[in-house]
């Protein structure tokens, strides 16, 4: 199932060992999902490494392969694909850092995985597909938390 990743579900993956984290170890090997990603996710993920690295407590080895792990299960987007939705996606996103992530769901009509609460709510009024953590997890889990 294609899913569109919000990045703040990628960065909790990596800053706590909690839902995301397990969600992401486990679809490594069920690949119950193929996240999708703008085009310039690992950018905003990379340029975050001094910070993960002080709130993981973790090495740059550790946290590099957590990333690969991550990056192993995404699929990116190319801008391309999007552009034509930006100015739609404005108009729908709360936040102007979220545009990229709408856009993508309104060219692929892919639910986007998300905590925003914003975010799921101003999709979730244009009727665009959104799906929250814990869905994602009663998918990959069949409604058990690991």
Request: net charge negative.
């Amino acid at each position: 199932m294609e899913v569109i990743l919000d990045f703040n579900v990628a960065f909790s993956a990596l800053h706590s060992r909690g839902v995301a984290h397990r969600l992401f170890a486990v679809n490594h090997i069920a690949r119950q999902f193929n996240f999708l990603v703008p085009e310039f996710f690992g950018e905003e993920l990379y340029g975050h490494m001094d910070r993960l690295v002080r709130l993981t407590r973790l090495d740059r080895n550790d946290l590099e392969e957590m990333l690969s792990l991550i990056r192993f299960q995404t699929t990116v987007v190319p801008f391309e694909w999007v552009k034509e939705r930006i100015e739609e996606a404005r108009a729908i996103s709360p936040d102007p850092y979220d545009v990229l992530y709408v856009a993508t769901v309104l060219a692929t009509g892919s639910p986007l995985l998300t905590g925003d609460k914003r975010l799921i709510s101003a999709l979730g009024e244009q009727g665009l597909p959104v799906m929250t953590l814990s869905e994602a997890v009663e998918l990959l889990f069949g409604g058990e938390e690991p």
